[in-house]
């Protein structure tokens, strides 16, 4: 049975909160992303047999609602979605620990260019995706690439090289150059990240424009993103939902540059 999913989060990524779990989730019932506004007039309708409940309200929902992922609230997630996510699961089970980890290089391919994400260290990654003729050059060393297709047509791609730093990072097909991150002329630092808690939340300053993601590193080992590729300058989020101690892992991205830092708490 649906239900509406009422959890918000810091913009402009809410990897935490249902709406975003569940559009990034695989399932063999693809479905379609709907953007900011047009919430009830998604042209795409996946509509239930069965009436849904709505938790938050306590309202019956008829059958003939549309099912709709977004990153804005509110979000409506039937057992069509749902039972889509969990069959995946159920086939895909969490792979166990030792996966690799490493920078991870991704991005989007459009018009014949590589648009690069900011490069971000992962640890414990699978890369998804099928193996593909691209390859990635870091520094000259040529990695492999994995491409994938989303529900709209776009092509999006993934490579995972090792730690180190890289001057440059270059997309090829074959013999074309498909894009180029290089490092940035001036050294990368920390100058204006600033960082605190108080109040119950965690409060993040630092230089808008700059790319940075946030996790929250257990004393037991559990690594928890709350956000990725944020240039907004600032963050404040709150600390009810995560456990005491552990330290905060800030990464600020510039070019092909990643610097990784441990705040302790």
Avoid at 130 to 144: F, I, M, N
Avoid at 177 to 193: C, Q, R, T
Avoid at 227 to 250: F, I, K, M, S
Wanted: aromatic fraction near 10%; include cysteine.
């Amino acid at each position: 049975m649906g239900a509406w999913a009422s959890g918000r989060g810091p913009e402009p990524f809410r990897g935490l909160y249902p709406s975003a779990q569940l559009y990034l989730s695989p399932s063999d019932k693809p479905a379609h992303h709907s953007p900011r506004g047009y919430r009830l007039h998604h042209p795409h309708s996946y509509p239930s047999e069965r009436f849904q409940y709505d938790l938050a309200h306590r309202v019956l929902i008829p059958p003939d609602r549309y099912d709709l992922m977004s990153y804005c609230s509110p979000e409506w997630v039937s057992d069509y979605t749902y039972e889509g996510a969990q069959g995946f699961l159920e086939e895909n089970p969490p792979q166990p620990l030792g996966l690799p980890s490493g920078l991870l290089v991704s991005g989007r391919i459009q018009g014949g260019r590589a648009l690069f994400h900011p490069p971000v260290w992962v640890e414990g990654f699978r890369l998804e995706g099928e193996a593909s003729p691209y390859r990635l050059e870091a520094d000259g060393q040529p990695h492999p690439v994995y491409l994938l297709r989303d529900s709209e047509g776009g092509l999006a791609f993934q490579s995972l090289l090792p730690k180190s730093s890289y001057t440059q990072l270059a997309l090829y097909k074959g013999g074309e150059l498909l894009g180029v991150l290089e490092a940035p002329i001036s050294p990368l630092g920390l100058e204006g990240v600033e960082l605190k808690e108080e109040g119950g939340l965690l409060r993040l300053r630092w230089p808008p424009g700059r790319a940075l993601s946030l996790a929250h590193l257990s004393s037991t080992g559990d690594r928890t993103l709350l956000t990725l590729w944020n240039r907004n300058g600032h963050l404040d989020y709150p600390l009810e939902a995560l456990p005491p101690g552990g330290a905060w892992e800030v990464q600020v991205a510039e070019g092909s540059l990643v610097l990784r830092h441990l705040f302790p708490r």
